[in-house]
């Protein structure tokens, strides 16, 4: 089940679901958008390897954007603390950046429930297009959890800003 917008505001005001900053006019009927932070991560080796650390370079995003170009992934995060003890919460790209053809989120659209901080985006172009810090990126939406939970604890929690891949660690 898919919590509406208003059941959304209602979770957030009752201290169940965390957006932080919250700002009700980003409320959608099923969804809450976030905004982009303040700068990307690139990987700085064309190759990614899956058992070692990669290499990444900060890039900050200036007042007037930056542009995205094809063929590269680009890591975001949102600007807002997301997270719940009690939702599955789910985010994606926003149909209006999806038709500057910008993929938004390409995989890992699914938070764990217990999960809290900056969420991690991932980029890829279509075509060279501009992006702006604070602008609405993408949509949160929340299901709701049967069964017994186990709540997140693991590598990703409280992150803040975007994370690299530590796929790496599975292999130690």
């Known amino acids: 089940m898919i919590l509406s917008g208003n059941k959304i505001r209602n979770e957030v005001e009752n201290g169940r679901i965390v957006i932080e900053p919250f700002d009700s006019n980003m409320l959608n009927p099923n969804s809450y958008n976030y905004e982009l932070g303040d ?12 058992k070692i650390k990669n290499k990444t370079r900060i890039i900050k995003i200036p007042d007037e954007g930056i542009v995205l170009m094809p063929n590269k992934l680009y ?9 719940s003890d009690y939702f599955v919460p789910i985010i994606t790209g926003r149909s209006s950046t999806g038709r500057l053809g910008l993929f938004v989120q390409i995989t890992a659209d699914l938070v764990d429930i217990g999960f809290k901080g900056n969420l991690t985006i991932q980029f890829c172009a279509t075509q060279p297009v501009r992006i702006y810090k604070g602008m609405k990126i993408g949509q949160v939406f929340f299901h709701r959890v ?16 975007p994370r690299e891949s ?4 599975d292999f130690s």
């Open 39 to 50: 700068y990307l991560k690139v990987y700085e080796s064309d190759i990614l390897d899956s």
């Open 75 to 83: 890591l975001g995060y949102t600007k807002e603390v997301i997270g």
């Open 146 to 161: 049967y069964g017994d939970v186990t709540l997140y604890s693991g590598k990703y929690q409280n992150s803040i800003g």
């Open 166 to 169: 530590e796929s790496w660690r």
